[in-house]
């Protein structure tokens, strides 16, 4: 079970991104909470949003309104629209599911990462 995450790159600050997770079907319908997680050099990861099966969203002070989390039940894909770029964005943003019941004895999955850079 592998997720992939895509989308990162180098940009602007002010500029705007979207990161997308695709999610195997068979842990994308059994997720209980998916989310963005990011890692700064030298610093612990922290999460960055999250959306429960539900629908509900939840997002780290540090984004609001800067960013926003969505999932396609349709493509088993998360997203993370991230707009307003700061320098301070700059990390490895990962992807994490959490899921109602273990897989392959994992109740947790996360994706490989993908860097965001927001440089001038």
């Known amino acids: 079970v592998q997720l992939q995450a895509y989308g990162g790159g180098l940009v602007q600050p002010g500029g705007s991104l979207r990161l997308s997770c695709e999610v195997p079907?068979?842990?994308?319908?059994?997720?209980?909470?998916m989310g963005w997680y990011r890692q700064a050099p030298g610093k612990e990861r922290e999460m960055v949003a999250a959306i429960t099966s539900g629908g509900r969203r939840d997002y780290a002070d540090f984004v609001k309104g800067r960013f926003t989390i969505s999932r396609d039940n349709a493509k088993n894909t998360l997203y993370l629209q991230m707009i307003s770029l700061e320098p301070e964005d700059t990390a490895v943003y990962y992807c994490?599911?959490?899921?109602?019941?273990?897989?392959?004895?994992?109740?947790?999955?996360w994706g490989q990462g993908t860097q965001v850079t927001v440089s001038s």
């Open positions: 079907g068979s842990i994308f319908s059994i997720a209980n909470v």
């Open positions: 994490n599911v959490n899921l109602a019941w273990r897989v392959n004895g994992k109740l947790d999955y």
